[in-house]
């Protein structure tokens, strides 16, 4: 696109005409527009003539951020034209340009300071952090903008000029970039806080006096991206002058951090931003030298982008992660071994092994196992580099191994690890973030390892308080693998080799709100209710008393089961009416994952006696808890001491607490609330076109779809949800089935699944229903 062909005496013209200024005029370097230093006297202006087909609403983007920064200094103002016009038009040679006066900032540009001391690092980092905090509340509709420099979409740009570059070694350094992006990266930036940023802090654009950064040039590159896209785009431009380039990108950052803190998460993705930023500049450069191959300017341009590719290539990504943490006042943490997939056995010869020496009632998911060796967001890695998004683990909760939970792991691993007869903070510092997230009384914890010890110390604290046994359970539950919670799991006695139900254990019809028993009766929460009344009678009439109810508020292995509203809490109404106490599992539920609500029960509006939780919690990590009230928690100190060696050990309190900060700063709650929205919608439309889906239901990213063969009858499909489960494991997707009749497919992902996820996984799925129901 040439520049307007505008001369100096037509600057000083337009000048004249539109803003009454007597002026000399200068030309100045431009990519897209023709720029002039106008001076008249003391005065200086520069004047911005732009190309014809600027996109008005682009430019109309970068006024209103201009006079949205009005009260920051360092940035330019926009002046109106003698008609009151913010860019007037001129007509050249038939040729129509916008054109805009700004106010002139002194200072040099950062390009000329040769002498980049690391204070003049910081204060550009505070400068930006200023300029994106005076950001945070601004919008335009044209914010969205798709240009190659969108750092969010750095893969899109990478990829496809790969083969442009022609030296191995260089393309391999991109390569890899591109890979640690891909995988690493990515997966987290849709669930970062993000606003519009300036996007483009390069050297040319930084202007500085007296060793100070004292403003910042051109808004052209402004976008709606991630907020650490900000920072990673200027450290690089601050490590690409550098003899010492993490060191001066950790000064930027320190100085950015200082003013904006950055979230773990952030820090954690910054090198990997870093490392795309370059291989963008470099595969960009390398396209054009293809195109051009005369202009020796992109060799030379790229040079110092080259130069940084080579030198960081080498660096472990945990160092340059380190640096980063450092800088933001984090605690470092000892490199981790990068943990390339070891050429290992194969499929087959683990198999074998696992028939010879593992527990025998092990199965294994899919007609064709799986062999994983890595995991990163939402998506796993099997042994030949295939990408699996992963839409069923719910135990890796922020993400496959998370890199702000894996370095708090880490660090605490390294410093210290022992049991809780011990002082320490951090058992604490996690009691209190997690009773903050409680309701009513429930403050006293107990920090264990499974989500079946928390359950079986449920029983206990249950039957020290209430001196019964007798227990109410929902027909289909599952609350875990200790002798006491198979007898309270109908999933397990009412299974395959199942015994039944102790007489001590009373089942309860499964409200559920599709298949339920009593789904046409009139009233069915009353229905469900005095089915349990009764058998409460009962207990009673033996001369017994009901010692609890437990429940999921919204059921896992029982089929991603809706209540119908008010049944939960009618039922607490009724147990402690006859002297019991309620319990809530939120093993698989709590933590965000229903979106509405942190936990589960919420969603009911009830507050349980115990919560027990475990799965989320630790991120893959085995952390796992109950809380109760002060009053519960007493009547079980009877002299008898309860220890855990394992539970609430400092580093499974660093993990817990790194999983909350992660929840929490990267909003993963109302992240599940959007996203398990926007799949529910989806699913929701593909249950119109296929006969097979029975039923679409749950809450945020804990969703169940019901197969079935025919609607009237709800004859289960289990064939075809097995087939489904494994055509899309063909298909590169994880899912699996669940409830009684095994014909529910349960979607339950690490919740920085996102709604790109969500479209694929609906997209492939209505591909395979396809395949399903064509008759055979
Ligand atoms: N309760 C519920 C609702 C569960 O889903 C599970 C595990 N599937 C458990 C308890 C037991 O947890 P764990 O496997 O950690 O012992």
């Known amino acids: 696109m040439p520049l307007p062909p505008l001369t100096e005496a037509h600057a000083r013209q337009i000048a004249a005409q539109h803003y009454g200024l007597q002026v000399q005029a200068q030309r100045l370097p431009g990519e897209l527009d023709a720029n002039f230093l106008l001076s008249a006297g003391e005065e200086r202006y520069i004047l911005k003539v732009g190309n014809a087909d600027h996109d008005p609403a682009e430019l109309d983007f970068q006024n209103r951020a201009l006079a949205h920064l009005t009260a920051l200094p360092g940035v330019p103002r926009l002046i109106p034209a003698r008609s009151g016009e913010e860019m007037p038009i001129v007509e050249h040679d038939g040729q129509r340009h916008?054109?805009?006066?700004?106010?002139?900032?002194?200072?040099?540009?950062?390009?000329?300071?040769?002498?980049?001391?690391?204070?003049?690092?910081?204060?550009?980092?505070?400068?930006?952090?200023?300029?994106?905090?005076?950001?945070?509340?601004?919008?335009?509709?044209?914010?969205?903008?798709?240009?190659?420099w969108n750092l969010a979409h750095a893969h899109r740009v990478i990829r496809p000029r790969l083969h442009a570059i022609p030296d191995p070694v260089r393309r391999r350094w991109v390569e890899r970039a591109l890979e640690r992006f891909e995988q690493q990266v990515r997966p987290y930036l849709p669930t970062l806080r993000a606003q519009v940023i300036h996007n483009d802090a390069n050297d040319h654009n930084v202007l500085v006096a007296q060793g100070q950064v004292v403003g910042l040039l051109d808004f052209g590159d402004m976008l709606h991206a991630p907020l650490i896209c900000e920072v990673a785009i200027a450290a690089t431009y601050a490590l690409l002058a550098s003899p010492e380039p993490l060191q001066a990108a950790a000064h930027l950052v320190a100085g950015y951090h200082q003013v904006i803190p950055l979230t773990t998460t952030e820090v954690a993705l910054l090198d990997g931003l870093i490392r795309a930023r370059l291989a963008v500049s470099a595969a960009l450069s390398a396209e054009r030298a293809l195109i051009e191959p005369e202009n020796p300017y992109h060799q030379i341009s790229a040079g110092p982008v080259w130069a940084a590719l080579e030198r960081l290539d080498p660096v472990p990504a945990e160092v340059a992660h380190g640096v980063f943490r450092q800088a933001c006042g984090l605690p470092a943490f000892p490199s981790l071994a990068a943990a390339p997939a070891q050429p290992g056995r194969d499929e087959q010869t683990i198999l074998a092994a696992r028939r010879r020496y593992l527990n025998p009632t092990l199965s294994v998911s899919y007609r064709r196992p799986l062999h994983m060796v890595r995991g990163q967001g939402q998506y796993l890695y099997d042994a030949e580099g295939r990408a699996y998004l992963d839409c069923v683990n719910n135990v890796c909760h922020v993400g496959h191994s998370h890199p702000a939970v894996v370095a708090a792991l880490a660090h605490q691993a390294a410093l210290l690890n022992t049991n809780t007869r011990y002082l320490h903070e951090h058992i604490i510092t996690l009691a209190e973030r997690l009773t903050a997230h409680m309701p009513g009384d429930l403050s006293v914890w107990f920090f264990v390892n499974s989500g079946s010890e928390a359950n079986d110390l449920a029983l206990r604290l249950v039957r020290a308080y209430t001196g019964r046994q007798d227990m109410l359970v929902l027909a289909g539950a599952y609350h875990g693998n200790l002798s006491s919670l198979i007898d309270i799991s109908p999933y397990k006695f009412d299974g395959p080799g199942g015994a039944g139900a102790p007489p001590w254990v009373h089942t309860l019809s499964m409200p559920?709100?599709?298949?339920?028993?009593?789904?046409?009766?009139?009233?069915?929460?009353?229905?469900?209710?005095?089915?349990?009344a009764g058998i409460i009678r009962q207990v009673e009439e033996a001369g017994r008393g009901v010692a609890a109810f437990i429940a999921e508020a919204l059921m896992g292995t029982g089929g991603q089961v809706v209540f119908p509203p008010g049944y939960l809490a009618q039922m607490y109404a009724l147990v402690r009416a006859a002297g019991g106490l309620c319990i809530a599992d939120e093993v698989q539920i709590g933590f965000g994952r229903v979106g509405t609500h942190f936990w589960g029960f919420e969603t009911h509006g009830v507050v349980p006696d115990i919560v027990t939780m475990g799965k989320p919690m630790g991120n893959g990590h085995p952390l796992a808890a109950v809380v109760t009230t002060p009053e519960i928690a007493a009547s079980f100190v009877t002299g008898m001491e309860y220890f855990n060696t394992f539970g609430g050990n400092p580093?499974?309190?660093?993990?817990?607490?790194?999983?909350?900060?992660?929840?929490?700063?990267?909003?993963?709650?109302?992240?599940?609330?959007?996203?398990?929205?926007?799949?529910?919608?989806?699913?929701?439309?593909?249950?119109?076109?296929?006969?097979?889906?029975?039923?679409?239901?749950?809450?945020?990213?804990?969703?169940?779809v019901e197969l079935v063969r025919d609607r009237e009858t709800l004859a289960p499909a289990a064939g075809e949800a097995q087939a489904i489960v494994e055509a899309m494991r063909e298909r590169g997707i994880l899912l699996s089935t669940d409830g009684p009749f095994h014909n529910v497919l349960k979607i339950k992902p690490p919740l920085v699944f996102n709604q790109e996820d969500a479209d694929r996984l609906v997209e492939e799925l209505e591909g395979v229903l396809q395949e399903v129901e064509q008759p055979a």
């Open 512 to 532: 559920c709100t599709y298949r339920g028993r009593f789904r046409h009766a009139e009233d069915p929460v009353a229905a469900y209710v005095e089915e349990a």
């Open 651 to 704: 580093v499974s309190c660093a993990v817990g607490l790194a999983v909350l900060d992660v929840i929490e700063e990267q909003n993963l709650q109302e992240h599940a609330r959007r996203v398990g929205e926007h799949l529910k919608a989806r699913l929701k439309t593909l249950q119109e076109r296929h006969p097979l889906i029975g039923d679409v239901r749950g809450s945020g990213l804990f969703l169940g």
């Open 98 to 148: 916008f054109i805009r006066l700004l106010s002139y900032l002194p200072g040099e540009p950062l390009v000329r300071c040769p002498d980049r001391s690391p204070e003049l690092l910081r204060g550009l980092g505070a400068f930006l952090a200023r300029l994106d905090q005076a950001l945070a509340d601004f919008q335009h509709p044209a914010m969205e903008r798709d240009i190659p």
